[in-house]
């Protein structure tokens, strides 16, 4: 009844993919090899082009072609089991109900063969335990009735009690929406301008040139440079920006590409994120996985009066990405936003316009804690590069201006049922939003040089992925600590 059974052809394509990403550096140092030899500057012979050629391609051709011919999966009426490897043989077998979270993604060139990727995660792990890389779309939906099934005949007749915060029951069903939200192209537009994902792209490609900065022919730079240089200021000036421009590009098409068609929808027990161009992603997240929501406001979105929205959850959802901490609203107006969320989270309030705020005798202390450390920096780089180090005093009222923002953004409110605190730890300003049922543990914490203007920090801890995440408020009075400490207390509820 239960067969074996392999992946779809078009794996192939997909792990080739894989291949080439992650052997990114080797391919770049082969085509960097080549070019010194054919412009005479290398020592290999002729006779070794072909044989690194062949290397590079079987080095390629190799993973992906061991994967697809070995790769079996088997779904019973007990669980999953999938097993691969040529030289070095896995078995896995996972129990139906161990599985915490199943993610379905399709590539922009699986569509017509109509398959998916589905990524299966249990509690424990902080990544997927089994990857079926290109099955039909029909066992998706076989494995979530073999899941289903399983799970009713557990609650039915159970063995040992079972931990369903560890096992949430995520059965989906054919119905539609409650409410869905969609970004317009307009959106997403605005969102790739003031993402700030131009510095991503420099630093990848910055990484990048550190890792083949021995392998480029040194007399090929400085050929270049000294051309650059030749042409004076202006024309330097020029390419940096023509460089900008391009980076700026680049992070804009893959915002684009990224959130394409971008869906948020409510459903009776989870909410659902919709997204992708070239790689369709459908991600679930269940009410009762959710620990917090996370309103983001970057220095140029607050003055746009814009924001971003993220959820904190228990458990993992299968890769980096959707691990903790999950972007539910890319970018939408603040005051928008604040509408939405309590229709999509009913159980929160969002209560941001009523928030109590730090003392004005903790202006001193944010100004002190952000310019102590840049005097002995601005000092020193005087010193050894005088007169061109004064410079440095920059500093100064640039993270005068940081303090200023981390006293104005720093609040906090409650609630009898939630719990909002906001700062800006460096540059971007955050509100929390907690319910006072998720929160693990709060503390509060006094240094000696802060008892004298009574003031203290307290903090919040929540679990997150696999971990916890901290969230603070900082140089609030004493009294309010303890007013804070004293509504978390189990006797207050």
Same mark, same amino acid.
């Given at each position: ?5 392999? *992946?779809?052809?078009? $794996? /192939? !394509? %997909? ?5 080439? &990403?992650?052997?990114?550096?080797? =391919?770049? +140092? ?29 080095? *390629?051709?190799?993973? $992906? /072609? !061991? %994967? ?5 999966? &088997?779904?019973?009426?007990?669980? =999953?089991? +999938? ?51 290109? +099955? ?358």
């Amino acid at each position: 009844m239960y067969e074996d059974r392999r *992946l779809h052809p078009i $794996a /192939l !394509i %997909k792990e080739l993919i894989v291949s080439i &990403r992650q052997s990114i550096i080797p =391919i770049a +140092v082969v085509i960097f090899t080549l070019f010194r030899n054919l412009s005479g500057k290398g020592i290999l012979s002729w006779w070794m082009y072909p044989l690194l050629v062949i290397a590079l391609i079987v080095l *390629l051709l190799a993973p $992906a /072609l !061991i %994967k697809y011919f070995t790769y079996r999966y &088997r779904m019973d009426d007990k669980g =999953i089991r +999938v097993k691969y490897g040529l030289f070095f043989k896995k078995n896995i077998f996972i129990p139906y109900e161990r599985i915490q979270t199943v993610q379905q993604k399709q590539w922009f060139f699986y569509m017509p063969f109509h398959v998916v990727q589905i990524l299966i995660e249990t509690a424990g792990g902080g990544k997927a335990e089994a990857d079926l890389s290109a +099955v039909p779309a029909s066992v998706a939906q076989e494995l979530k009735d073999l899941r289903a099934g399983k799970i009713a005949e557990l609650v039915e007749d159970p063995v040992e009690p079972l931990d369903t915060e560890q096992i949430p029951i995520e059965v989906e069903k054919n119905e539609k929406p409650l409410l869905t939200f969609q970004l317009e192209v307009k959106e997403l537009l605005l969102m790739a301008v003031t993402s700030g994902g131009v510095f991503g792209v420099f630093l990848i490609i910055l990484a990048f040139g550190q890792q083949f900065r021995d392998v480029i022919p040194t007399d090929f730079v400085e050929e270049q440079f000294n051309t650059i240089v030749h042409y004076g200021v202006l024309i330097i000036v020029i390419v940096i920006l023509i460089v900008l421009l391009i980076l700026w590009g680049i992070a804009i098409v893959t915002t684009l590409f990224q959130y394409f068609q971008f869906k948020l929808m409510k459903f009776d027990d989870h909410i659902e994120i919709e997204k992708g161009l070239l790689q369709r992603e459908h991600t679930s997240i269940s009410f009762e996985r959710i620990q917090s929501v996370k309103l983001i406001e970057s220095p140029l979105r607050q003055m746009l009066k814009l924001a971003s929205v993220r959820v904190v959850t228990a458990g993992s959802s299968g890769d980096k990405e959707h691990s903790g901490d999950i972007l539910i609203l890319p970018i939408v107006k603040k005051a928008k936003a604040l509408e939405i969320l309590p229709q999509f989270l009913e159980d929160y309030d969002f209560p941001v316009e009523q928030l109590e705020r730090a003392p004005k005798t903790s202006l001193r202390r944010f100004f002190f804690i952000h310019l102590i450390w840049t005097l002995p920096i601005i000092l020193i780089v005087s010193i050894l590069f005088f007169p061109w180090g004064l410079f440095s005093l920059v500093l100064v009222p640039i993270f005068a201006g940081i303090a200023y923002g981390a006293y104005r953004a720093t609040g906090f409110y409650t609630t009898e049922t939630e719990l909002v605190m906001q700062g800006r730890a460096f540059i971007s300003k955050q509100t929390n939003f907690m319910l006072k049922r998720r929160i693990q543990s709060v503390a509060h914490s006094q240094s000696i040089w802060m008892e004298k203007g009574n003031v203290v920090h307290f903090s919040v801890l929540l679990k997150s992925g696999q971990t916890h995440l901290n969230a603070n408020v900082r140089y609030i009075a004493g009294q309010d600590a303890t007013k804070l400490y004293r509504w978390y207390q189990p006797s207050n509820k």
